[in-house]
């Protein structure tokens, strides 16, 4: 790892403060070296002064390190907010005498050897600057420096030779994996897009299944909102739609609506007024004339909206059956008054408040806000499942 730039000024002796000296031998050498603190009003920082003992030179070595140079050095320092507690680290670190000099030209190296966040060993590596112009080194002892590091260097580009060899065969290997990867989506894709062509076909087929003999309903849209409605709980099932009155059919007076289905229980009424607009309602109770009746698992809808309105009500009044009425769900979602059906012009529908069925954005919802209907044709259904 590459040393920092340490910084060059030289500290003033009285400056730096609580001083901790090391003796470390290099070969037949031995040095001294001082670790500090120094005070400064901007940036605190770590100082090391190395000298070489029992030597007639005035050689010595000095630098000093701020926190961010110490982080950028290695990862361990991250960690600490102060240059007390990286001052302390490396303290621990001199006391483990896990540490050894390397001389570098004018320069002494300064190799600490600690285990990072990832445990694994490391070498810390600190320039420490010369401060002296009197250097004195032999001409071959300088020659077997730069050998040395010359082969430190060739070490380092066999390493990194190697850890690109690694890499290449790393990326070679996800590529690989990623081509596969390919693969497979492209194959669920297929797999999702015959699924879903394949639960289009059965659709389309219960659709064809699911005909109803009705002047009113005309889409396979319509059919499946009442159906899936209808089934609610028995989705294996299937929907029958059994026509037992057609107002064309069968006469629009209240009397011909009672002969077709008094004593007829699960039936659906369907209503197409005479501006096209469609809506209607279920009730599981027996039409007859035994007036309001509660039914929990009643519903209107809008063929328009394509919209359920389920009972919010369910322990008040649902529907009406009365003998000179038409069909009627409270309160009042819609009532086909005592009149001919195709010839009364004043049906009516009830607020989104008063009626037991909602949720309602707006009054008479079922009517596109109008409260009074013109009936164009009314047919009721009797339902069963199969």
Request: with cysteine; net charge neutral.
């Amino acid at each position: 790892m590459e040393a920092p730039t340490a910084y060059t000024n030289k500290p003033i002796l009285d400056e730096i403060i609580d001083i901790k000296e090391y003796t470390i031998n290099l070969k037949e050498l031995q040095f001294k070296i001082q670790i500090g603190k120094i005070k400064k009003e901007l940036n605190n920082l770590i100082n090391f002064k190395v000298e070489e003992l029992n030597s007639n030179s005035n050689t010595f070595y000095q630098s000093s390190f701020s926190l961010d140079d110490l982080k950028n050095i290695s990862k361990l320092f991250r960690v600490y907010d102060s240059i007390e507690e990286a001052y302390n680290e490396l303290i621990k670190i001199l006391n483990d005498k896990k540490i050894f000099l390397e001389l570098n030209l004018n320069d002494i190296i300064i190799h600490l050897n600690i285990s990072n966040l990832s445990s694994k060993l490391e070498d810390i590596s600190l320039i420490i600057k010369n401060q002296s112009k009197s250097i004195d080194k032999s001409y071959d002892s300088l020659i077997n420096e730069i050998n040395e590091l010359k082969k430190k260097s060739f070490e380092k580009d066999i390493q990194q030779k190697q850890w690109k060899e690694n890499i290449e065969n790393q990326i070679k290997e996800l590529k690989k994996e990623n081509l596969e990867l390919k693969k497979e989506i492209e194959e669920l894709k297929q797999w999702k897009q015959n699924t879903e062509n394949e639960l289009k076909q059965y659709q389309q087929k219960i659709q064809i299944e699911q005909k109803i003999d009705s002047k009113i309903i005309n889409s396979n849209e319509e059919i499946n909102l009442l159906s899936n409605r209808l089934k609610k709980n028995n989705q294996n099932k299937k929907v029958v739609f059994n026509l037992i009155y057609r107002a064309s059919r069968d006469g629009d007076s209240p009397n011909d609506y009672h002969k077709k289905c008094d004593g007829k229980i699960n039936t659906l009424c369907i209503i197409q007024t005479i501006k096209g607009i469609k809506f209607g309602g279920y009730t599981e109770t027996i039409i007859n004339d035994s007036g309001d009746n509660i039914d929990s698992n009643a519903f209107v809808f809008s063929l328009d909206k394509m919209k359920i309105y389920e009972n919010l009500k369910k322990n008040e009044c649902a529907v009406g059956h009365f003998k000179n009425w038409g069909p009627i769900f409270r309160r009042d979602a819609f009532a086909i008054w005592n009149q001919n059906f195709f010839s009364y012009n004043k049906h009516t529908l009830g607020s989104k408040n008063q009626s037991n069925f909602g949720i309602m954005d707006i009054d008479n919802e079922l009517n596109n806000g109008e409260t009074y209907f013109t009936v164009r044709e009314l047919e009721v259904f009797q339902i069963f499942l199969e």
